[in-house]
């Protein structure tokens, strides 16, 4: 198991944090729409933090942008503007990058065969940038594809997933993760750790919410992917608490 630390799309934090807990392999950057524009993206800057925390680099693909839409036009495009991302990405040694397994509609069935057409594609371009392109389920959200069928259109697309916990409790609590990880296991390379709870609070410090979190011990233990802690704060305290939690799951 790698572990290491979402850092949004500032290379502040990722100076300021990833070298105050021991053990970060790598950060994980946004990139893109609503995130850091890879063109304005001082590489200088970015190559010196990650040699100075000796660590390497992951990237979290836009926020906003969906993976599909019912319109041809739109879908190639789509491509063409991840592709462009993901060549950046290899550019500058990332490893792996993120996306999000969304679409205009996702409970119109007709356009899943298209989200996974695209998801292909987009992955294609990935392993050409030497980047391997995990999708990421955020079911809890409007344009998010539910758990069984991001699964499902994963496999279908062969493409390796993200699994964020909190995402999964949020979705459906620790039922959802628990079916998740039993189900589509083999298929997680990537995971993103925090705690929820079902009051609608997010991205915690594991510990502080409701996720029984010896489930997904349960299932991925040994796990021998990347692990990124994905908890909305620069506390250095309870970022390292959370590491040392995931690591006495995932490692016992």
């Given at each position: ?60 693909l836009p926020f906003r942008q969906v993976v599909a839409t019912p319109v041809p ?123 929820v709870r079902s009051r609608g609070d997010t991205h915690l410090p594991i510990g ?8 997904v011990a349960d299932h991925l233990e040994g796990f021998d992917g990347t692990v ?25």
């Amino acid at each position: 198991m790698e572990l290491g630390l979402t850092v949004g799309d500032s290379l502040d934090r990722l100076d300021a944090t990833v070298s105050d807990v021991s053990g970060v392999s790598f950060a994980e950057l946004s990139i893109g729409e609503g995130a850091a524009d890879v063109d304005s993206i001082d590489e200088d800057r970015l190559h010196a933090a990650l040699e100075r925390t000796e660590t390497e680099l992951c990237v979290h693909l836009p926020f906003r942008q969906v993976v599909a839409t019912p319109v041809p036009e739109i879908n190639e495009a789509i491509v063409d503007y991840q592709t462009r991302l993901l060549e950046w990405a290899g550019s500058v040694g990332a490893r792996k990058a993120v996306i999000h397994g969304t679409a205009r509609n996702p409970h119109d069935t007709d356009q899943r065969p298209i989200f996974a057409a695209q998801l292909e594609k987009i992955a294609a371009a990935g392993t050409e940038a030497g980047v391997e392109v995990v999708v990421e389920n955020v079911g809890h959200q409007k344009r998010g594809y539910p758990l069984t069928v991001l699964g499902d259109l994963a496999r279908e697309s062969g493409t390796s997933v993200c699994f964020d916990v909190g995402h999964a409790y949020a979705e459906d609590g620790d039922d959802g993760v628990d079916r998740f990880c039993s189900r589509y296991g083999d298929l997680v390379s990537h995971l993103h750790v925090h705690d929820v709870r079902s009051r609608g609070d997010t991205h915690l410090p594991i510990g502080a919410g409701e996720i029984d979190y010896e489930l997904v011990a349960d299932h991925l233990e040994g796990f021998d992917g990347t692990v990124a802690i994905e908890v909305f704060t620069d506390d250095s305290v309870l970022l390292r608490d959370t590491a040392e939690r995931v690591r006495a799951r995932l490692e016992r």
